[in-house]
């Protein structure tokens, strides 16, 4: 008996073992990649019936790895179908951690399709060993048409940031108003409500460099006379988006193609930023000395949470790190840090090397965190003498003074004596 449990003993460890080995991927894939799917324009919006459709589907990638090459395939039902089987499949490659890719599928709604919401399903795959997967997205076919009289009117458009940089993400918010002011109106001897649909409403991005994260929205309900709805859409700046004013394109459908509204957005791309500069010299005095910058907001907007941080080998620094806190556009502060080196055995030296400062400013652009590095930056460490030599003048001047004191009282006693 007792052989046998020596026997099993090793048979279990190593079943154990072979099971951690098997088990080992699976946890490994907890942070791997991982693939989210929107279409983010649908052109023309809504389908029309008997024409074709042009899709603009975007995946990202929300995981914490690369996927090393990846599909999205669309799969139409009726009344949506493809020109060939082909173009199903489309080819992104790899994409990284955090970052998008969009592709563009045409397909056509039957002539016989009717007016509503009608479904098309979208897989995806991270790479050809892996399995699809697929989600469900509802597309509108046709438009409605209401006796309702009210108009919508873009009342105002809030960028949060103001003004974006590069790589930041962020939203734009669009204020609807239904601008009729009384409940009903006549016309030609017919009365009408005034009642504002909002059917759907897409922002759709016009130049390169920014992306729309949010699907279309649509069925918004009614708005009565001068009441006002809130849309917030979640858009991307690429990192490589050039500097200036980028444009978008608000579409409304309301009441009926008559009462249907586009309005441009435009959105500022400013790659400006925090920049640090010393105030006054930069130099230690016998070890230790006060170092002084100005730091200025140089950006269309406000910044929130600056903070400034020095770092110089051999040198400590206090504050460790200056936190100002919100900074309003060209608004400027001036801070100081006391330095002191570590190395005091070199204060007998009259001059030193000059020690590398580095700079670095963090600061919020509404949701997205940056840092700018400030280099090439050199403190010169000198030995301050002129204490000592005052030391040794103060009793060379005594001396003098009680000689001169000596020579006056031998004189005056060498007059006496005549």
């Known amino acids: 008996m007792t052989k046998i449990k020596n026997s099993l003993v090793p048979l279990v460890l190593s079943f154990l073992l072979v099971s951690s080995l098997f088990a080992a991927p699976a946890s490994a894939a907890v942070g791997g990649a991982n693939l989210k799917v929107t279409i983010v324009e649908t052109n023309p919006y809504p389908a029309k019936i008997g024409e074709y459709l042009n899709l603009t589907v975007q995946v990202e990638n929300v995981g914490g790895d690369k996927a090393d090459n990846v599909d999205i395939e669309i799969v139409p039902q009726y009344p949506f179908s493809l020109d060939s089987e082909a173009n199903a499949l489309k080819n992104v490659g790899v994409l990284n951690p955090d970052s998008t890719a969009t592709k563009e599928f045409y397909l056509f709604v039957d002539k016989n399709a009717q007016k509503g919401i009608r479904s098309i399903d979208i897989r995806t795959k991270t790479d050809k060993d892996s399995p699809w997967s697929e989600k469900s997205f509802d597309i509108r076919i046709g438009t409605e048409t209401f006796d309702s009289k009210g108009t919508v009117e ?105 009462y249907n509204s586009r309005k441009n957005i435009p959105i500022k791309v400013d790659s400006s930023n925090v920049k640090v500069i010393p105030s006054k010299e930069l130099q230690i005095v016998n070890g230790e000395s006060t170092l ?73 652009n509404g949701i997205n965190k940056h840092e700018n590095i400030v280099s090439n930056l050199y403190i010169h460490s000198i030995e301050d003498t002129q204490g000592g030599s005052s030391n040794l003048v103060l009793p060379g001047l005594l001396l003098t003074v009680i000689a001169v004191a000596g020579m006056l009282i031998y004189r005056k006693k060498k007059q006496n004596r005549k």
């Open 154 to 258: 873009l009342k105002e458009v809030v960028s949060d940031p103001k003004a974006f940089m590069p790589g930041d993400r962020g939203t734009i918010t669009v204020i609807l108003t239904n601008t009729a002011s009384t409940p009903t109106v006549t016309i030609d001897g017919s009365d009408f409500d005034t009642n504002a649909r909002i059917q759907a409403a897409v922002l759709r991005p016009l130049s390169d460099g920014i992306v729309v994260l949010d699907a279309p929205y649509e069925d918004m309900g009614l708005l009565g006379p001068g009441n006002s709805i809130t849309l917030t859409f979640n858009v991307k700046v690429a990192e490589d988006a050039t500097e200036g004013t980028h444009n978008l394109e608000l579409a409304i459908e309301g009441n009926s193609f008559d």
């Open 292 to 364: 002084e910058f100005d730091v200025a907001n140089t950006h269309p907007n406000e910044f929130n949470s600056v903070s400034i941080k020095p770092e110089a080998e051999g040198v400590r620094f206090y504050p460790e790190e200056y936190f100002i806190g919100p900074m309003n556009p060209d608004e400027l502060f001036t801070i100081e840090f006391n330095a002191v080196t570590d190395n005091l055995s070199d204060s007998r030296r009259e001059t030193f090397e000059p020690i590398n400062l580095t700079l670095s400013a963090s600061y919020g």
